[in-house]
């Protein structure tokens, strides 16, 4: 196997489009005040992250069932490297989508949200669990940026075509 499968790639690419757009919506609401605008974004940024939880387990799952193109390289530290990457990215995203439903479960932005009343929304600066969930962005940031750099380096200075193997348009092998 050369490649990854077409669906273990598909979701790859899903989650990382997602994972930006979750990024940018989550900075952008916490700088509204409560507004009729922040009250209805709130769902949406609660939605991309639960389907960001589901489809991570859907891919950890089709990358077993599906299987895997062998290493890339001939080191056997880099593999463990990639592979431990790969890992934590996975757990990272798993512990920043739990850590935002234990910030919505425990703020009480669901009443807020059933009342649709603005003014009664929360301040997520209290809530505890909400730390967790920028802890782990942030590591799954960091390794994110690791695992684009990496990728960069093998498509360009090794020039092994390495990101080939995630591409969703399939190759002859």
């Known amino acids: 196997m050369k490649q990854y499968s077409k669906r273990t790639s598909i979701l ?24 009729p605008e922040k009250l209805s974004l709130l769902p949406v940024h609660f939605l991309i992250g639960d389907t960001i939880l589901v489809l991570t387990l859907l891919r950890i799952y089709f990358r077993k069932k599906d299987g895997e ?35 919505v479960a425990t703020s009480g932005v669901i009443e807020v949200l059933k009342k649709g009343d603005p003014s009664l929304l929360p301040d997520f ?9 920028e ?7 960091l390794l994110l940026v690791f695992h684009v750099v990496a990728a960069l380096y093998h498509q360009f200075i090794v020039r092994d075509n390495l990101m080939h193997r995630i591409r969703i348009k399939r190759f002859k092998e």
């Open 12 to 35: 790859h690419w899903l989650i990382f489009l997602l994972v930006v757009a979750a990024f940018f919506l989550g900075h952008y609401l916490a700088d509204l005040e409560n507004t």
């Open 69 to 103: 193109p062998a290493p890339a390289n001939a080191n056997p530290l880099l593999n463990k490297i990639a592979a431990a990457t790969h890992s934590l990215l996975n757990l990272s995203l798993i512990a920043a989508a739990i850590a935002g439903i234990a910030t």
């Open 135 to 141: 802890i782990f962005i942030g590591v799954m940031l």
């Open 125 to 133: 600066e209290k809530v505890g669990a909400r730390e967790v969930h």
